[in-house]
């Protein structure tokens, strides 16, 4: 896969402000806040700074957390690392094309997998029916 390399000059031109503080800064979203949160239709979520296909409708479910939660991720589509902001250990992850930070990751979701991908809606795109 070639990784998509911009400046952060490109970033800004391309990425509103919201989603430029999060994709490329690590920012978070205000709980509650987005529209995809309560997105019910079939489709797939990409990312907003790339276009990277990242989960599917499928993969979603509601974790009464207030952002956009998944179960799993399409193979190859996330890069993980460790975060020790806040004065804790979480994991944190990118998109494995662009590198925009998505979210982080927790071990309290539902099964298959037992994992739940928090992420913050800014940092998506909703693609219905696909």
């Known amino acids: ?26 920012g978070t979203e205000r709980s509650g806040t987005s529209p995809l949160n309560d997105e019910k239709r079939g489709g797939s979520y990409a990312c907003a700074g790339c276009g990277q296909p990242l989960f599917t409708s499928g993969m979603k479910f509601e974790s009464g957390t207030g952002w956009p939660s998944f179960h799993t991720a399409l193979p190859g589509a996330l890069d993980t690392r460790q975060d020790r902001k806040f004065f804790m250990v979480r994991t944190e992850y990118h998109c494995s094309k662009c590198g925009g930070h998505q979210g982080h990751v927790f071990e309290d979701g539902p ?20």
């Not at 800004?12 to 989603?19: D, F, G, N, W, Y």
């Open 111 to 130: 099964a298959p997998s037992g994992l739940r991908y928090c992420n913050n809606g800014v940092a998506l795109r909703f693609i219905p029916g696909e």
């Open 1 to 26: 896969m070639d990784r998509i390399e911009r400046s952060d000059e490109e970033w800004r031109s391309v990425l509103t402000p919201e989603q430029y503080k999060v994709l490329r800064h690590e």
